[in-house]
């Protein structure tokens, strides 16, 4: 029995892809991303990609752009929640970055995969989005750390070390109760952990 033909797809049809992909990744991890899945999953024929995406890692790029995309707005949304002095900003930043990775957790995993993508393969919508999206939500970071830049204003020390522990703890965390090196109830809290940097601000970069 072949499968009746599927309906035109009348709205954003890379939309409906792209949704489709986060979907599928969702549920059942990159292994289950595919064209064909992607197209069934958002009802349209299994050629309809073809219209948008330069084959599988043209969609794989819109779907780790659009993981930037929702990245940014979560760091975003616990940021405008908090205080407004730096330390409770960061922190805020921080608390969004680890509550992405456990609400999302195969999405943001396949975002820091290596993936060996060669931008000028991929479809110019999808090459654009992508590295807008990823310098964009890595800037929100860059940003919250700039007030505790030393006195030479030099903040790049302070930068790649809170998104080492930030973003260690993301990934061995997203998911506890999968990490067999430490059970649930023994993982610190990150508002324990963060304060151990012993950040300070610079009045000069307030």
Same mark, same amino acid.
């Given at each position: ?6 309906? %035109? =797809? =009348? ?5 409906? *892809? /792209? ?10 991890? #990159?292994?289950? *991303?595919?064209?064909?899945?992607? &197209?069934? !999953? &958002?009802?349209?024929? !299994?050629?309809?990609? @073809? !219209? =948008? ?5 043209? *969609?794989?790029?819109?779907? $780790? ?20 002095? #730096?330390? @409770?900003?960061?922190? &805020? /930043?921080?608390?969004?970055? /680890? ?6 957790? @195969? ?24 590295? %807008? +999206? ?12 700039? #007030? ?5 204003? +030099?903040? &790049?020390?302070?930068? $790649? ?5 930030? %973003? ?18 023994? /993982?610190?809290?990150?508002? %324990? ?9 610079? #009045?000069?970069?307030?």
């Amino acid at each position: 029995m072949t499968d009746q033909p599927r309906p %035109h =797809h =009348h709205g954003n049809l890379r939309e409906a *892809l /792209i949704r489709a992909g986060l979907e599928l990744m969702e549920e059942g991890g #990159p292994d289950a *991303l595919t064209l064909r899945k992607c &197209a069934r !999953h &958002a009802g349209v024929s !299994h050629a309809a990609p @073809a !219209h =948008h995406f330069n084959g599988l890692p043209s *969609l794989k790029a819109a779907i $780790i752009a659009r993981g930037y995309r929702m990245f940014a707005q979560t760091m975003c949304d616990y940021r405008k929640a908090a205080k407004s002095d #730096p330390q @409770a900003q960061l922190a &805020a /930043i921080c608390d969004g970055y /680890i509550a992405f990775s456990r609400q999302h957790t @195969a999405v943001f995993k396949f975002m820091f995969q290596p993936h060996n993508l060669d931008i000028k393969t991929l479809d110019k919508t999808t090459a654009t989005e992508l590295e %807008h +999206d990823s310098i964009a939500s890595y800037r929100i970071l860059q940003q919250a750390c700039e #007030p505790f830049a030393d006195e030479n204003g +030099d903040n &790049a020390s302070t930068e $790649i070390m809170v998104w080492a522990l930030v %973003h260690g703890y993301a990934m061995l965390f997203c998911n506890p109760c999968e990490n067999s090196l430490s059970p649930p109830q023994t /993982i610190p809290d990150f508002s %324990h952990i963060l304060p151990m940097l012993k950040l300070k601000t610079n #009045p000069a970069r307030k």
